[in-house]
T-cell receptor, first 112, second 116 residues
Framework: EDQVTQSPEALRLQEGESSSLNCSYTVSGLRGLFWYRQDPGKGPEFLFTLYSAGEEKEKERLKATLTKKESFLHITAPKPEDSATYLCAVLRGSGGYNKLIFGAGTRLAVHP | GAVVSQHPSRVICKSGTSVKIECRSLDFQATTMFWYRQFPKQSLMLMATSNEGSKATYEQGVEKDKFLINHASLTLSTLTVTSAHPEDSSFYIC????????????FGQGTRLTVV
């Protein structure tokens, strides 16, 4: 069964304290892995797409990496405005029918 | 990035009534739109996939007669929750993908539905 697991469920950091969020997955027919940021009461905001093991992408204080079984979202020197829920999703393809399978997210709180 | 507009952002309705939620792609043509439901502190659960001009594909366990989806144009999909009940209260989110492929999916702002 396809599954996406994110850890930790919640993370509290001090401003400037770097850390990593994990997304492990088991899925057949992986076509890509997506990271989103979601603020309370809002829809997800796209961050990155990774397609193959070894791939890395960066955006400001965020860097996403991908292996064959998991992805990490590294946050360097976070600021309070980075507080949000970070969602990981895998794109599963089967017979021309593609869909995103989401993890439950990691709720990040960055305190000044 | 591309913009997906979802309306309304919040709606309160009485039990037994129907509610329509709109999802529009503002600056691209969305050949495929997706509807999700999200409960507090839980992940997004795909309800259905709609392709322009054809019937929606519903996920297992989603009642197609209860959640009516129409994707009549390349920029608009609607979700109608029929005969709503309190257990239908949730956060509904749409997303859209353009004809270019799966480089990313763009999400609407979400609709908070409360059935009283």
């Amino acid at each position: 069964e396809d599954q996406v697991t994110q850890s930790p469920e919640a993370l509290r950091l001090q401003e400037g304290e770097s850390s990593s969020l994990n997304c492990s997955y088991t899925v057949s027919g992986l076509r890509g892995l997506f990271w989103y940021r979601q603020d309370p009461g809002k829809g997800p905001e796209f961050l990155f797409t990774l397609y193959s093991a070894g791939e890395e992408k960066e955006k400001e204080r965020l860097k996403a990496t991908l292996t064959k079984k998991e992805s990490f979202l590294h946050i360097t020197a976070p600021k309070p405005e980075d507080s949000a829920t970070y969602l990981c999703a895998v794109l599963r393809g089967s017979g021309g029918y593609n869909k995103l399978i989401f993890g439950a997210g990691t709720r990040l709180a960055v305190h000044p | 990035g591309a913009v997906v507009s979802q309306h309304p952002s919040r709606v309160i309705c009485k039990s037994g009534t129907s509610v329509k939620i709109e999802c529009r792609s503002l600056d691209f043509q969305a050949t495929t739109m997706f509807w999700y439901r999200q409960f507090p502190k839980q992940s997004l659960m795909l309800m259905a996939t709609s392709n322009e001009g054809s019937k929606a594909t519903y996920e297992q366990g989603v009642e197609k007669d209860k959640f009516l989806i129409n994707h009549a144009s390349l920029t608009l999909s609607t979700l109608t929750v029929t005969s709503a009940h309190p257990e239908d209260s949730s956060f509904y989110i749409c997303s859209a993908r353009d004809a270019g492929g799966w480089t990313e999916a763009f999400f609407g702002q979400g609709t908070r539905l409360t059935v009283v």
